[in-house]
């Protein structure tokens, strides 16, 4: 026996928590299931013929609320919004550069920005919130395709990224691709709350 959050949602799943796990549940049941009160056991149930059995002792609180329609969760933050901003503050990635195109087109799909530098070559860029190694890859696939090109060869790589992982970034630097680390609320022009100096 111990204290545990029961949670019970309209959907008919059934999740038990408890307080060191943070939204992980100790145990769960899926909807579509069923849940039978009988004295102090809860039977939980789904169509597989699966079982949760759960003995209440006691209750020490008991809430009920309606959560309404679902609206939908939008994230800010996403790829989408650093590609925007990013676009809009180029020169973020340095002095003297210049937007191309956002979402430059290739046979394996777009590249997230193609910019070019201040001696005006040509520079594909990588958006991504975190970066993996996944995503050097990706952008090794964009040059090695966008270098066949000869209006636009030599194209340098440029992996931007919110964080970016240490083995990603060693794989970047062995390729020749340049990593930058963008700040989202700088792009956006707010103010760090952090403390400093000057």
């Known amino acids: 026996m111990a204290t545990r959050l029961l949670l019970v949602k309209a959907d008919g799943s059934v999740s038990v928590h408890s307080d060191d796990r943070a939204y992980k549940p100790l145990n769960w049941m899926s909807p579509p299931c069923w849940l039978i009160e009988d004295g102090n056991l809860w039977i939980v149930e789904n169509k597989a013929g699966e079982k949760l059995v759960v003995t209440i002792e006691r209750v020490i609180d008991e809430i009920d609320h309606d959560l309404g329609a679902e609206p939908g969760l939008v994230k800010d933050g996403v790829e989408a919004h650093l590609q925007e901003l990013l676009a809009e503050h180029i020169t973020t990635l340095g002095q003297g550069y210049s937007l191309v195109r956002r979402e430059y087109p290739t046979a394996i799909g777009p590249v997230d920005i193609l910019a070019r530098d201040a001696e005006g ?50 794989l970047a630097h062995d390729r020749g691709i340049r990593c930058v680390t963008l700040d989202y609320d700088a792009l956006r022009g707010i103010e760090t709350d952090d403390l400093r100096l000057f």
């Not at 966008?146 to 240490?166: M, S, T």
């Open 121 to 170: 070559a040509a520079v594909a860029v990588e958006i991504k919130r975190r970066g993996e190694i996944d995503g050097v890859e990706q952008l090794s696939r964009y040059l090695e395709l966008l270098n066949r090109d000869p209006l636009l060869a030599p194209v340098q790589g440029v992996f931007a990224a919110q964080q970016i992982r240490p083995q990603a970034r060693t």
